[in-house]
């Protein structure tokens, strides 16, 4: 590892001109030990590559990313540099995830949303149901959970390792194979209780929380009003154009709530990370009474 030389200079090392160095990334990120890159006009890839393992001397490997696609989520990417195997454990504020990149997704601008959700668990950032509701903040009674697109355990894993039961559904089979095997890597296998199904399917009622981390979350709002309790609270994450802030996510949770005549409270709402051009990843915490 390199320490305070930068990316440009070892480029620049590599005999690369300003416009090709103009041309490289300006971020990256370290998911266990590879490094994953997007690249969008970058020349050169194998010396980027071997430039970016310099850098990071614990990585073994360098994946250029290309997007995902589809309802599943599946990641289109390639390995530019390195030790071709894409299986790592990646840790973050103490939760390990394995998983294998070239075939599940792991969005490095969520995690302070990740490590929220564990803190609303722990009571600290606010009780999730005000008493009168079904549970509480009562450390005896565990807050129930229903995560509707699991994924490897992305928000399962922190929010059961801080005390939460968790239900958790996925259709993709190989994050559903994570999602298993980070259950018993955390050790709250006896918290998570994983379905590989849809979750439209997955019979769930009265829960504290409903966590929807998925961009079109707002499809299957009828399934999260009608699993969670009066006083529990429905975390919505939505792609949002900069225009439609706050209207639409919050729109989309009045009618839905609507629909299932029940009242909605907003209790917070935040820009996790830009999408693209214009356009807002956001969640929008909303009691539904
Ligand atoms: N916010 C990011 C996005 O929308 O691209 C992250 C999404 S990732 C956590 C969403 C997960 O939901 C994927 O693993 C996908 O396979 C899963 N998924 C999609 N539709 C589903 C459904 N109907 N039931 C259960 N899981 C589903």
């Not at 399962?156 to 018993?184: C, F, K, Q, W």
């Not at 709530?257 to 969640?283: L, N, T, Y």
């Amino acid at each position: 590892e390199r320490r305070g030389t930068t990316l440009p200079d070892l480029l620049a090392e590599r005999g690369w001109s300003d416009a090709e160095i103009e041309r490289a990334p300006g971020s990256w990120a370290v998911i266990g030990s590879v490094v994953l890159v997007t690249l969008e006009d970058c020349p050169r890839e194998a010396e980027l590559g071997d430039a970016l393992l310099e850098l990071h001397g614990e990585a073994d490997t360098v994946l250029a990313h290309e997007g995902v696609s589809g309802e599943r989520r599946e990641p289109d990417s390639r390995v530019i540099a390195g030790d071709p195997t894409t299986e790592t454990i990646h840790t973050e504020h103490g939760t390990r995830y394995a998983l294998d990149l070239r075939e599940v997704m792991f969005s490095p601008g969520n995690k302070a949303e990740r490590a929220r959700m564990a803190d609303v668990i722990a009571g600290e950032v606010g009780p999730a149901v005000e008493t009168g509701g079904s549970a509480g903040t009562d450390a005896e009674t565990p807050e129930r959970v229903f995560d509707m697109f699991a994924g490897i355990g992305y928000f399962t894993l922190p929010m059961a390792r801080a005390g939460a039961d968790v239900v958790a559904a996925e259709i993709n089979p190989a994050s559903y194979r994570y999602l298993i095997e980070n259950a018993v890597l955390n050790d709250v296998q006896d918290r998570v209780e994983a379905y590989r199904a849809d979750c439209r399917d997955v019979e769930v009622d009265a829960v504290d929380r409903v966590v929807m981390g998925y961009y079109e979350a707002h499809e299957y709002l009828d399934t999260a009003v009608s699993a969670v309790a009066s006083g529990g609270v429905v975390h919505v994450h939505e792609a949002t154009p900069e225009v439609e802030l706050w209207d639409r996510p919050v729109g989309r949770i009045e009618d839905a709530a609507d629909r299932a005549g029940r009242g909605v409270e907003i209790e917070g709402r935040r820009k996790i990370k830009s999408h693209s051009e214009g356009v807002w990843h956001v969640v929008v915490d909303a009691r539904i009474v």
